[in-house]
């Protein structure tokens, strides 16, 4: 079952790499979710790489700071009053990225993890297990809350063979809620993923084709107003 939720037009987990296409292809890139009660982000990526020339490493560039575009009229104002041209920004912690060396910087708008040895080239297949938290990633409308989260963002110049993705809910709701799954450019509205509902409180799916360079994955869920805690 499939309902619409009210889209909102940022961007929250954009992805890139450092290298042209020629370098590197994805295989899989697994993404589990768990949204805390406090309405925290828990991310889990582990990505299946397999380059084609030797590197250090991979970038992880994740935003912290986004343009508050403009909405439409139905949808509810946020608690705060955030106007179009303003900013939203969020808090990254807690990155960790499992038996190999990084280092986390911020630049700009991106919180930058780079992962790989200077002293070291890897080549061939490659697995990076990251870990990270959000925070302030969960809007707060007048009647509801909402998630809006590109599970996979739209800056990987290469292909990714599958996706895997995992959205996880703190409690089970009453029923299953208003949400969608949207994949594709950026703007793209088009559904084309395997998902389904175990219980309330678990969304999960898979993408049945190969994305594209450039091509995304967004999952939007909205909650009851006292589900999760400001």
Not at 55 to 83: T, Y
Not at 139 to 157: K, R, S, T, V
């Amino acid at each position: 079952m499939k309902k619409q939720a009210a889209l909102l037009f940022f961007i929250l987990s954009i992805v890139y790499c450092s290298w042209a296409q020629d370098y590197f292809s994805i295989a899989l890139y697994k993404v589990n979710v768990r949204i805390n009660k406090d309405a925290t982000l828990d991310i889990d990526e582990t990505i299946d790489i397999h380059f084609t020339q030797e590197r250090h490493g991979i970038v992880r560039r994740i935003p912290i700071r986004f343009a508050v575009q403009q909405l439409p009229s139905e949808v509810d104002k946020l608690l705060w009053e955030m106007e179009p041209g303003t900013f939203l920004n969020t808090t990254i912690s807690m990155v960790d990225v499992s038996k190999r060396e990084f280092l986390v910087r911020t630049e700009g708008d991106f919180k930058v993890v780079r992962i790989g040895s200077a002293n070291k080239f890897v080549n061939g297949d490659q697995q990076y297990k990251i870990h990270y938290r959000v925070l302030n990633a969960i809007m707060f409308f007048e009647n509801h809350a909402e998630l809006c989260l590109n599970i996979i963002g739209d800056g990987w110049p290469t292909t990714i063979d599958k996706v895997s993705y995992r959205v996880e809910l703190p409690d089970s709701l009453p029923g299953i809620p208003d949400y969608f799954v949207s994949t594709g450019l950026t703007g793209s509205t088009t559904k084309s993923t395997i998902g389904m509902w175990q219980g309330t409180n678990v969304l999960y799916g898979s993408t049945p084709q190969k994305l594209s360079a450039k091509e995304g994955v967004t999952v939007g869920i909205k909650f009851p107003k006292e589900f999760l805690t400001k």
